[in-house]
């Protein structure tokens, strides 16, 4: 082969930038939607978290039963109308926030850790390890997660936590496959390839070189995952394999207002709306996350 | 009086940003005859790319204003049809990477037989036509590796091929954009030659777009230089390598390593070059066909190098 | 002195020929010699320089850095020896990287072998060495993005100085450049050499560029030296073909010279 590895002329600066924006698409060409998209992104999150945070410190009793009042409308006094307990839909909402959110967050952090691992392994490991390792990945993400998931609640006995843990043992999949693909190819960069000539330890390559330069992915994930797993929590308190009853989860909520839901519907509407809205939300401030990253790393 | 196939009269373009409009071309004039090989050199970021590709209107991203004649027809004008018909029928282009302008799953000959079909050719005529224009230019056992994949042909031999794309539609003009920036020293005389040898058996005019002053002298019959996005010298080639005005041409010429030249290096001095603006720019003629900017007039006149 | 002796590499790939990358390679480098290296894509040029920047391991040969065998060591000798043999990369864009900032780039070196005690005492080192290749110190602070090509390899060279080397090895390191920018980075590399009095291996595909650097001079073709020696002798006298024809396709800037149809 003749053919020389091309030596990258370096390109006019200002009409690669140029260049480079056009072809980044819609969030570029229609800024201010982009724009508009972020910040109700944004604030979704931050009234959810807000509300996690400092919710079950004001809301009252959501737990206690008021027969009395069940599957109350609406009104000035049940902003969100009660459930069949007589409890306010409203305020369990706020107090599950934390529920639902924390849980979340310790599964993203869990699956995570295992992923950066197992990617760490099968990466610096002699090739036959490193190989093994990827093939249970494969065979693993060829398994249906949810699923698996719920044989380990099953196992575990449903509950919050079981679902807890079987989703973060089957989320750490992607994480591990993503991370192992972008250490690879960081590893071949002629900037680590240079700073190996200078004697860098590989430990000190990856914690200077390689883990930095996976973080801006991570982050765009990390937020996307929240809001999937807020999904997934969810789903697995809906199909009764996590939270039970009286939890303020919103999916155990939805669940529990499931026989009801033709004559009392907001009992299960505004729990699903909840998760469907705080999902979003997080997906969007993923979006965000990678539209400023992506910017930022070009050079601009 | 040689016809003009190409001119180009004041161009300026911008490139859409995302915070508006990038200036990168401010008011280029430029001629090429028929038959006549003009070299546009320049360093990156001088613009000379840009220019070649707006001739074919290449780059959606790009405003122009001025204009650009292929012959009678103004190309900033033309509908998308227009410019159609003369995408490689009256321009032919020679890119920089053999590898990029080639689709690796399009046999060689699936590349150069439609434009001899397009040119109504029958399939039969059009596939004999390939494999005479590939022997012309060097492919050996020709009608044998028309049926060869891109991957199956060595730099060379692939850009062979791209030439051979640009030929078949028997433009007037071929715009070669780098041809040889990615090929290796052998290679690159040999496909300059192939180039220089086909074009002149043509009669066609032939734009070349470089920033290696070297290979101009042996191919090109004038030069003209840009610099950040103007043209700040045009000549023909002796005139340009014995006396350039402009003290960017000298500074390029100084800064060319040289076999036979002993002696230090000169890089460019950048604060010696006047800073270029519209009314510097102005092009005087300071020689036959031999025009300058207006600011090399002002700077104190060099010593011999 | 630098002595690459009877180096074989040679790459297999499922399904694919063997390709005989280097075939009994022998060069050696002086001290305080600047030697270049031509050859084509494909001469195996660059297989030879990643052998010797331990990148890469070679099938037989051996490769002596003052006497002690260079590709049998590791561990703390190996890391010893990478201060003592530094390289220029092709690719300003790629070689720094581009989540750090200059002076983290330039210092890693410096850190990594524990040179100049002190964070201030490096942090100073840094500023010199950023004169010394025509920066300004406050680059230091800047990241390689704000940088363009030429610039950029001052800083890789920089770098390269800053564990004080003994041998410096640049890969193409002005092939990716303008031609005026590449005339300063030459001249900046002569001007180390002359001052630091380094050894430079230059490996380059340019020929007038090798000849304005290089007295000596070695040639590659496909993995075997065809012909070396001192540079007027490989210039004005080659013996072997193929430095005939590499010689001849050197772009002559002189329109009388009728370079295209020799």
């Known amino acids: 082969m003749t053919a020389t590895a091309t030596p990258q002329r370096r390109a006019p600066r200002a009409a690669g930038a140029a260049f480079a924006a056009a072809r980044r698409g819609w969030r570029t060409r229609h800024r201010t939607a982009g724009s508009v998209l972020d910040v ?25 039963s008021h027969i009395q009042n069940a599957r109350l409308a609406p009104s000035a ?40 691992l197992i990617a760490t392994v099968a990466v610096l490991a002699p090739r036959w390890i490193g190989d093994m390792v990827m093939r249970v990945v494969d065979v693993m993400q060829a398994f249906p997660s949810l699923i698996f998931a719920l044989l380990i609640a099953a196992l575990m006995g449903p509950s919050l936590q079981s679902s807890i843990v079987a989703l973060a043992a089957t989320g750490w999949v992607v994480t591990a496959r993503l991370l192992a693909g972008i250490m690879r190819e960081t590893l071949t960069e002629p900037y680590v390839e240079a700073a190996r ?54 999916g155990a909520m939805v669940i529990a ?13 505004f729990p699903g709306l909840a998760i469907a809205c705080t999902s979003m939300g997080f997906a969007l401030v993923g979006d965000a996350i990678h539209h400023r990253l992506s910017h930022r790393v070009k050079g601009h | 009086m040689n016809e003009e196939i190409l001119r180009i009269d004041g161009l300026r373009l911008a490139a859409r940003g995302p915070d508006g409009a990038i200036p990168l071309v401010h008011g280029v004039d430029l001629a090429v005859r028929r038959g006549e090989r003009l070299a546009l050199v320049g360093e990156s970021g001088s613009g000379k790319s840009i220019t070649a590709r707006a001739v074919l209107r290449l780059d959606d991203d790009i405003t122009a204003s001025g204009s650009i004649r292929v ?42 037989e439609p434009l001899f079909r397009a040119r109504g050719m029958r399939p039969v005529v059009a596939r004999s036509e390939t494999a005479k224009l590939l022997h012309e230019l060097g492919v050996p056992d020709a009608s044998r590796r028309a049926v060869s994949f891109p991957h199956e042909f060595s730099g060379g031999m692939r850009q062979r091929v791209v030439i051979a794309m640009a030929l078949a539609g028997d433009p007037d003009l071929v715009i070669a954009d780098e041809p040889t920036t990615a090929l290796d020293v052998r290679v690159q005389k040999q496909v300059l030659r192939v180039l220089a040898e086909s074009t002149s058996r043509r009669g066609l005019a032939v734009l070349l777009i470089t920033h290696d002053v070297g290979i101009v002298a042996g191919f090109a019959d004038r030069v003209a230089v840009m610099y950040r996005g103007r043209i700040v010298e045009s000549a023909p080639t002796s005139a ?23 002696g230090r290096l000169l890089p460019l001095d950048r604060a010696s070059i006047p800073e270029p603006d519209d009314d510097n720019s102005v092009l005087v003629e300071v020689g036959q066909d031999h025009l300058v900017a207006r600011s090399a007039l002002a700077a104190a006149p060099m010593g011999a190098a | 002195m630098l002595e690459i002796a009877n180096v074989n590499k040679t790459f297999r790939s499922l399904g694919r020929a063997k390709n005989h990358a280097l075939n009994d390679v022998s060069l050696t480098v002086p001290d305080g010699a600047v030697v270049g290296l031509v050859g084509e894509s494909g001469s195996g040029k660059s297989t030879l320089l990643r052998i010797l920047m331990r990148l890469e391991a070679a099938d037989s040969g051996s490769v002596l850095l003052d006497g002690e065998d260079v590709l049998s060591l590791r561990g703390a000798r190996l890391k010893q020896y990478r201060r003592r043999v530094q390289m220029v990369f092709q690719n300003p864009m790629g070689s720094l990287s581009p989540r750090r900032t ?70 193409e390191a002005v092939s990716a450049l303008d031609v005026s920018i590449q005339a300063q980075i030459l001249n900046l590399l002569k001007d180390m050499h002359d001052e630091l009095g380094l050894s430079i291996l230059f490996v380059a595909h340019d020929l007038a560029v090798v000849r304005y650097l290089c007295p000596y001079v070695a040639v590659l073709q496909r993995g075997v030296l065809v012909e070396q020696g001192r540079a007027e002798q490989i210039f004005d006298a080659p013996v072997h073909p193929y430095t005939r024809e590499l010689l001849d396709a050197v772009p002559v800037p002189d329109p009388d010279a009728g370079w295209l149809t020799r």
């Open chain 1, 257 to 269: 207002a499931k026989g009801y839901v033709t004559s009392a519907w907001w009992g299960a509407l």
């Open chain 2, 240 to 262: 340009f390598f014995s006396d350039a005005r402009h003290p960017y041409s000298q500074g390029l010429l100084r800064a060319v390593p040289q076999l036979d030249r002993p």
């Open chain 1, 40 to 64: 109700v992104g944004f604030a979704i999150v931050g009234v959810v978290v807000l509300t996690a945070l400092v919710g079950p410190l004001i809301a009252p009793d959501v737990y206690a």
């Open chain 1, 77 to 116: 006094a049940h902003l969100m109308g009660t459930d069949d307990q007589g409890r306010d839909v409203f305020w369990r909402i706020v107090v599950g926030s934390r529920t639902t959110l924390s849980a979340a967050v310790i599964t993203v952090i869990l699956y995570s850790v295992i992923g950066v």
């Open chain 3, 102 to 171: 200059i002076e983290q780039i330039v210092a890693e070196g410096m850190i990594t072998h524990g040179l100049y005690g002190s964070a201030a005492g490096r942090s100073e080192r840094v500023g010199e060495l950023l004169e010394l290749v025509g920066l300004d110190r406050s680059a230091a602070g800047r990241y390689p993005a704000s940088f363009s090509g030429g610039q950029r390899q001052r800083i890789a060279i920089a770098r390269a100085l800053a564990v004080d080397p003994q041998v410096l090895v640049c890969d």
């Open chain 2, 71 to 112: 012959g009678d027809t103004d190309v900033l004008t033309a509908s998308e049809r227009t410019m159609r018909s003369i995408r490689g029928r009256r321009v032919g282009m020679v890119f920089q990477d053999p590898l990029s302008a080639l689709d690796p799953l399009v046999r060689i000959g699936g590349h150069i």
């Open chain 1, 197 to 250: 000539t200078l004697g860098v330890s590989t430990w000190a390559l990856l914690l200077r070189h390689v883990f930095p330069n996976a973080l801006p992915t991570l982050w765009v994930k990390w937020a996307g995952d929240l809001g999937i797993t807020i999904l997934l929590i969810g789903s697995m308190s809906f199909i009764g394999a996590g939270a039970q009853p009286p939890s303020a989860e919103w």
